[in-house]
């Protein structure tokens, strides 16, 4: 009789993720639950009291302990399923940010490979001693050697309780050098250079061109805000550039037609001054002709050999021929005035001085002065127009999108967060009692929990005169005390320490360490010998 096994074929597990017993806590609904389990994915919680609906989307607050600081970063996840007997829920994480993600991948490969873990609510990292293996037999009794007697326990706690004391003696040596010539730094992190993008103009986002994520290069678009008003005042200027260039045509034409009549009724007037000369002329010839009949009928009229009404009607004739000469000339003064004011863009019709072609002019140097003033206020709204596409001020990568298609924003708000191709950096908030002792180009020790090695950084920028924040750490959470604080940036000296940084996960906190620079006189001697003396905090720890 044969003997058939029997074979059960099970389907794979169909988890994405590896789910991790280390605990974490979640911040829902304004109650702070411990984690059963968790995962890239999502998490599960005991001991909530209630009847969540099913696909529900909560908001919550993930929060992790490492070593001695608080990492924790806001989320959403959607509701999976809930068992209101043993009052578990599990929910999905939704949408979560790069750098969100980045950590937890962090913290689940050092979990899962043995590098770090949880103890006492708290990941720490372990420090697993290698202990060298002897070279010679392991079984020495089969030689005939004798094995050595272990040491007595009174031996042995006396060993213990002189490294017991050497550890504390240094600890203590330690912090007293610490706080008199160092200064720690513990809210500091691993962070990426980001810059902010704020809406320029209010409106409505009507196209959204990347998606959180993507790489961008400088100028790329990231989304378009359509603004009524913005384009109504588009339209209106070119409305009003074509009104002040129909404007500028009719005075053009004006200032012709204008020309066109000054320049015949200059030779109109110049015509006129022929005949009033040729006029005045015969007048003059007349008017000589008749004086000197006058000037015999005078000497006749003195001899008697003329009547008295002979001699008046010779004076009456140069008389009259006297007024038509003293009228011609004023015809000839008017005509020659009329042809030089015809050079000034004026002339006379009936004895009346009319034309406006420098008026005309001057209204044309305004309305081209109109036309150009108008172009310049379209340029500046088809600026604001370019304004209403979001561009990205650097080449990088997009980590958020704040606002969603059709919502609206207002100037000035954030829109996106773009973190700049490149290497990171640290950015810390110091006290300003500490401020003495940092200055740019100041090298300070980076300490990352868990390792042993200690990496250089250079102080690059000092911001000062920031508002009064609570936690401005938000990276970490250390601090819960409100005070004025300094930010600081630091960038790595070496590439090598810049590889090894760019491997940890964003948001990563760490700890520094300055020399103090303005001691007294009297320490600086004690300082460099201690330093010579004693290895760095780092080393020790």
């Not at 002189?162 to 691993?190: E, H, M, P, Q």
């Not at 000037?295 to 009607?313: I, N, T, Y």
């Not at 072609?357 to 140097?365: K, P, T, W």
């Not at 520094?512 to 905090?537: G, H, R």
Request: net charge neutral; charged share 25%; glycine share 6%.
């Amino acid at each position: 009789m044969s003997i058939i096994p029997h074979i059960t074929h099970e389907p794979p597990c169909q988890r994405r993720h590896f789910r991790l017993i280390a605990p974490i806590k979640v911040q829902l609904l304004g109650k702070v639950f411990r984690t059963k389990d968790w995962s890239i994915g999502g998490f599960r919680i005991t001991g909530f009291d209630g009847k969540p609906d099913p696909n529900t989307k909560y908001k919550c607050h993930i929060q992790l302990s490492f070593g001695e600081f608080k990492i924790g970063f806001n989320a959403q996840a959607l509701l999976i399923w809930y068992d209101e007997k043993n009052q578990e829920l599990a929910a999905e994480f939704e949408e979560l940010e790069p750098k969100q993600k980045e950590l937890l991948q962090y913290f689940t490969s050092a979990l899962i490979g043995g590098e770090m873990s949880s103890i006492d609510d708290t990941i720490r990292r372990l420090e697993i001693p290698v202990t060298k293996v002897s070279e010679s037999l392991a079984c020495n009794v089969d030689l005939g050697i004798a094995t050595k007697k272990r040491p007595s326990k009174k031996t042995a706690m006396s060993a213990a309780y002189i490294v017991l004391g050497l550890l504390l003696t240094y600890y203590a040596i330690d912090t007293l050098y610490s706080s008199v010539f160092k200064v720690r730094v513990n809210l500091a992190a691993i962070v990426s250079p980001e810059r902010t993008i704020v809406a320029p103009v209010s409106g409505t986002v009507e196209q959204l061109y990347v998606e959180q994520g993507d790489n961008v290069g400088p100028s790329a678009p990231i989304m378009y805000i359509h603004n009524y008003a913005v384009l109504e005042r588009v339209e209106l200027a070119k409305i009003k550039i074509l009104e002040s260039k129909l404007e500028l045509k009719s005075y053009k034409e004006q200032l012709a037609s204008q020309k066109n009549k000054l320049s015949s009724y200059k030779e109109i007037g110049a015509t006129k001054l022929d005949i009033s000369s040729a006029r005045l002329n015969a007048i003059e010839k007349k008017w000589s002709i008749a004086e000197r009949k006058r000037a015999r009928f005078q000497a006749l009229f003195d001899d008697g050999k003329v009547s008295e009404e002979l001699f008046d009607q010779a004076a009456s004739a140069v008389f009259s021929l006297r007024g038509e000469l003293d009228v011609a000339l004023a015809e000839q003064k008017i005509a020659q005035q009329a042809i030089r004011e015809t050079d000034k863009g004026r002339f006379f019709t009936d004895h009346r001085l009319e034309g406006g072609l420098n008026e005309i002019r001057s209204a044309l140097r305004e309305a081209k002065s109109q036309v150009k003033l108008e172009e310049k206020r379209l340029e500046v709204m088809n600026a604001r127009l370019r304004q209403l596409v979001v561009m990205s001020p650097l080449a990088g990568q997009v980590v958020n999108i704040y606002p969603q298609l059709y919502e609206n924003v207002n100037k000035g708000d954030p829109v996106a967060v773009v973190e700049r191709d490149g290497g990171r950096e640290i950015e810390a908030y110091i006290s300003t009692d500490n401020l003495q002792h940092v200055f740019i180009d100041q090298i300070a020790q980076v300490i990352i929990t868990g390792r042993s090695n200690v990496i250089s950084a250079k102080v690059t920028h000092i911001e000062r005169n920031l508002l009064m924040e609570t936690d401005p750490n938000i990276i970490s959470g250390v601090n819960e005390n409100a005070f004025r604080p300094v930010k600081i940036r630091l960038s790595f000296l070496n590439k090598d320490d810049q590889i090894v940084i760019e491997r940890l996960p964003g948001g990563l906190p760490v700890v520094l360490e300055f020399d103090k620079q303005n001691l007294p006189s009297a320490l600086k001697p004690l300082a460099s010998l201690v330093n010579w003396l004693m290895p760095t905090t780092a080393s020790a720890l």
